[in-house]
């Protein structure tokens, strides 16, 4: 079995969850290549074919230019699978590449199944195997899904060009809004999921916050339910959080906000559910009410 792995550039540094694409790899066992549109001063460290393109002059992102990278690399290489991240130029690709190679695509994949790969349902709070139809696939894995793998090494570089016409000019980034509330700055989060219930309750989980001087935080099911503001919201369409403390009340865990928190150096999960998965990255998991523990809690402290 054969992987294409497509990396990804950005602002003149090779993007660290590149190596998740190497962890994807690794559990399913795959021979790899890897094509990147990025500098020959930020390659991966990686054995096998790197593929790549300069970005000075391909652009960092341009998809006309970039899909005809990808499909001569694929002529190229044959594989059974062309692997992106599920990020912003990953589901924009993919889906051109998988038209004109005329194979399915799957998205967000989130594990391995037998035959094929399981992604997310039902606002994450369930999975579901999917099967690709076509021999070969395109796929896009979600961000933080898979342990980022570093194999250390120097990759076999051929540099490639594309010469397809583009009407498209790439000429840098613009900064996000600024929010209300920075909380990649804070040190201690305490965050409200969907086992608080309800609007009213939300002030409970941000007594706590204001007792030990944090931030409040929300899952994704509480922004969108109107609760909380979007700018509180901890995950990959979020915000990346790594405070020293953060805390997490009545939040299930999905993959997705997981991706978001799991680099925080020490994790409180309270939930009533011993065996939702937030207490798999918990260093401590409280099995309690959330509205009868944390009001205790912030009355002790």
Known sequence: MKTLLIGE??????????????G???????????????????LPACGGTLYLADASQCGEYNPDLHKQ????????????Y??????????????????????AQVSEVIGLAEGGFEVGCCNAKMRRTVKPATPKA???????????????????VQKVT????????FTGYEPAEAKDVDLTRAEVIVTAGRG???????????ALAKALGGELGASRPVVDAGWVEHSHQ?????????????????????????AGMKKSDFIVAINKDKDAPIGEVADVLVVADVLQFVPALTAKL
């Open 9 to 22: 550039y950005r602002e003149g540094k090779l993007l660290d969850s590149t190596y998740e694409l190497l």
């Open 24 to 42: 994807f790899a690794g559990q399913l066992g795959a021979e790899t290549a890897m094509l990147l549109v990025g500098s020959d001063s930020q």
């Open 69 to 80: 990278l990808i499909l001569d690399a694929v002529q190229k290489e044959n594989p059974d």
């Open 82 to 103: 062309v692997v992106f991240l599920h990020s912003s130029y990953g589901w924009d690709l993919a889906p051109r590449v998988a038209a004109k190679l005329r194979v």
């Open 138 to 156: 395109v796929i896009t894995i979600q961000a933080g899904a898979f342990a980022p793998q570093q194999p250390g090494g120097n990759p076999s």
């Open 162 to 169: 594309a010469s397809v016409m583009s009407n498209v000019t």
């Open 196 to 206: 608080v219930g309800k609007k009213e309750n939300v002030p409970v989980i941000a």
């Open 234 to 258: 901890v995950g990959t369409t979020g915000q990346t959080v790594s405070p020293k403390l953060y805390i997490a009340c009545g939040v299930s865990g999905a993959i997705q906000h997981l």
